[in-house]
């Protein structure tokens, strides 16, 4: 574990340098290998065979590690698959696989704009995939899950071209900033200061927090009944 800060470091830079074809194929390797370990610890699920689950979770785990180093330099289109695997594997009983799926899917979020621009509706999928895990998620997972949602807040505040109504942009980042206030009553302290850090993070970028420190009242000074919540702009939230 010691190992993986500078491994990650490598494996990034690699990723950078590398011609985005050749990156291509590689990660095509590795998805597929991603997929072989799923299937092994699936079947051994069946058979209880416990020590080639764990070398199926741990092959998987450690190709995520290298999944979420090639992000950056990856095409468009290869961050489709990611999505989908990331959807199904942030709900995995394992912690250690739902953690290292919600720093892949960090890594993924900052591209959200490439997302969009290839399927405008892979940001409700991320969304909706989001709310499904809540239920779910581990208490180790859970600091990596909260950033994953508050990068969402910015995604979904932000988005003028959004597929949903403003009252449903708006009830979307209200239920997930209220899962980041539950979370400061976490026992566990990095949980609990991470969930108070985000908190903080939000409200220096809340533009309606300008306009109205009480935060109480539906309309904005111009008096037009927009939601404060969505009054940020792309940058903001």
Do not use: W
Not at 133 to 146: D, F, G, I, Y
Not at 209 to 225: A, E, F, H, R, W
């Amino acid at each position: 574990p010691s190992e993986r800060g500078p491994i990650h470091s490598a494996i990034a830079a690699f990723g950078s340098i590398t011609e985005e074809e050749a990156l291509d194929v590689f990660y095509k390797n590795i998805i597929k290998r991603m997929s072989h370990a799923v299937g092994i610890k699936s079947k051994s699920d069946g058979i209880g065979d416990k020590a080639e689950r764990e070398a199926a979770l741990e092959q998987q785990g450690m190709l995520m590690d290298i999944a979420s180093a090639l992000v950056p330099g990856l095409k468009r289109s290869a961050l489709v698959a990611l999505v989908s695997i990331t959807s199904v594997s942030i709900k995995s009983p394992s912690s250690s696989i739902q953690k290292r799926s919600y720093k892949l899917l960090q890594c993924l979020l900052k591209r959200h704009e490439d997302l969009r621009a290839e399927n405008p509706e892979l940001i409700a999928t991320v969304h909706a995939a989001l709310s499904d895990a809540q239920s779910v998620c581990t208490a180790p997972a859970k600091r990596n899950r909260l950033v994953c949602v508050r990068s969402m807040i910015s995604i979904i505040a932000g988005d003028d071209g959004a597929l949903v109504s403003v009252d449903q942009q708006a009830d979307q980042v209200t239920a997930m900033v209220t899962e980041i206030v539950m979370c400061t009553k976490e026992k566990n302290n990095k949980t609990h200061n991470a969930a108070l850090d985000l908190l903080a993070d939000i409200a220096k970028s809340f533009k309606g927090l300008q306009k109205d420190p009480s935060l109480v009242g539906n309309s904005n000074s111009n008096g037009d009944g927009a939601s404060p919540l969505l009054e940020c702009g792309p940058g903001g939230f």
